[in-house]
């Protein structure tokens, strides 16, 4: 039983010490005022960094022979050079954030389409690229980095107007968001979810490659997702569709986002289907070829280094994408899975 007087104490709220926040946390909520509140945002591209485009193409600057790469300049150092070239220092407030919580620095993208290239590329020191030929020179955050600036500029250059009173749209400082303030409508940077699937019976696993891969290429299926639909649902439909299979099984493995040819989030797994029932039934309009390969095909592919960064070299017969593309991690994961099962 309670005594009288513990019951006659007051119960005072037991005092918590706040911690400090994880300097993780820390950045992040500083990036989220930023994308929220125009004065501080108008205030930290005053001291922040920009990654240069130019036509969406990313400026790149050599740091030896055949290696580049993704400048961030200095804003004051931006604005001296549009000084030079005659231009209004205003077009700096057209910079979006790039919330990159990597770093404390907030980074910013700015298109400078409308400048003369030439004059631009020698005051910077560097040169525009398109963005698949800039992926192939820069290591794997670059690519990160670089896609997301440009999936950004590309976004607003394309939500100009609002698609329901088909008037002007109004950003924010920081470019997180549009606003029609005739409907009132708020747009948001867009990205179409995207399941990307290796499938695998067991022994092999089956690669496709559509009529615009360049010569010799071959990845896993991919398809967008239909409105309401889920992961497993896209995936089933998509192997279904491309090649008459049907999924056994399904893993997820890992997510990207793709900026080309638009923002796409590539949700990438792995799939298996029954080994007595692997026969393709291709589906032409979307694949122009598919094929069952075995491991040693996949790790002969998986070494092939194309498209190589000068132009003109033979494409090889048979070479999967890229270390920065997903389909390159699921390639890589299976035939690092079915090496480990052939140790057993
Ligand atoms: N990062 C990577 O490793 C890879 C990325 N991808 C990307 O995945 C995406 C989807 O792959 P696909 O096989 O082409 O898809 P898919 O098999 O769904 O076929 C494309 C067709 O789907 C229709 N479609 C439905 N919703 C669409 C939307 N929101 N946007 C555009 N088209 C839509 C169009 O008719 C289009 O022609 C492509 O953008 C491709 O660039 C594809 C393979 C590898
Ligand atoms: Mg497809």
């Known amino acids: 039983m309670q005594s009288l007087r513990s019951l006659l104490k007051p119960k005072l709220p037991k005092l918590v010490t706040p ?44 740091k030896e022979k055949g290696i580049y790469q993704l400048p961030r300049l200095r804003t004051p ?26 770093t404390a620095e907030p980074c910013f993208c700015l298109d400078v389409g409308d400048l003369q290239k030439n004059s631009m590329e020698q005051l910077c020191g560097g040169v525009f690229m398109d963005l698949r030929t800039a992926f192939l020179m820069l290591t794997v955050p670059e690519t990160t980095l670089v896609a997301k600036g440009q999936a950004l500029l590309r ?30 409508i708020t747009y948001y940077p ?12 067991g022994n092999r696993c089956l690669l496709g490659r559509q009529r615009s891969f ?22 089933r439909r998509e192997v279904a569709e491309e090649v008459g299979l049907e999924v056994d099984t ?6 990207q986002h793709w900026p080309i040819p638009q923002s796409s989030f ?25 094929r069952w390969c075995s491991l040693e095909e996949v790790l002969a592919a998986l070494q092939v280094k194309y498209p190589p960064n000068k132009p003109g070299a033979t494409p090889p017969g048979f070479w999967v ?3 920065f593309a997903i389909a390159h991690r699921l390639i890589q994961e299976w035939a690092d899975q079915q090496q480990h099962l052939e140790k057993k």
């Open 250 to 255: 399904l893993q997820y493995s890992a997510s």
């Open 321 to 323: 994408p890229h270390g």
């Open 77 to 102: 150092d931006v604005k001296r050079i549009l000084e030079k070239l005659g231009r209004d220092k205003k077009l700096i407030s057209e910079a979006v954030l790039i919330s990159c919580p990597e």
């Open 266 to 290: 590539m949700l990438a797994c792995h799939a298996t289907v029954n080994p007595d029932k692997t026969q393709v039934v291709l589906n032409k309009a979307e694949l122009e070829d598919a």
């Open 19 to 62: 911690q400090p926040l994880s300097s993780y946390v820390s950045r992040i909520r500083y990036l989220m005022k930023l994308k929220e509140d125009d004065e501080a945002c108008r205030e930290a591209l005053k001291s922040g960094s920009l990654l240069l485009y130019h036509k969406l193409a990313p400026l790149l600057q050599k």
């Open 214 to 235: 360049p010569p010799g290429m071959y990845s896993a299926l991919a398809g967008f997702c239909d409105l309401g639909e889920t992961l497993e649902e896209t995936l």
């Open 190 to 201: 867009q990205m179409a979810p995207v399941v990307i699937v290796l499938v695998s019976d």
């Open 155 to 184: 976004w607003h250059q394309t939500h100009g107007f609002c698609s329901a009173t088909g008037q002007p749209t109004v950003r924010n400082q920081s470019g997180s968001q549009r606003v029609s303030p005739n409907s009132g």
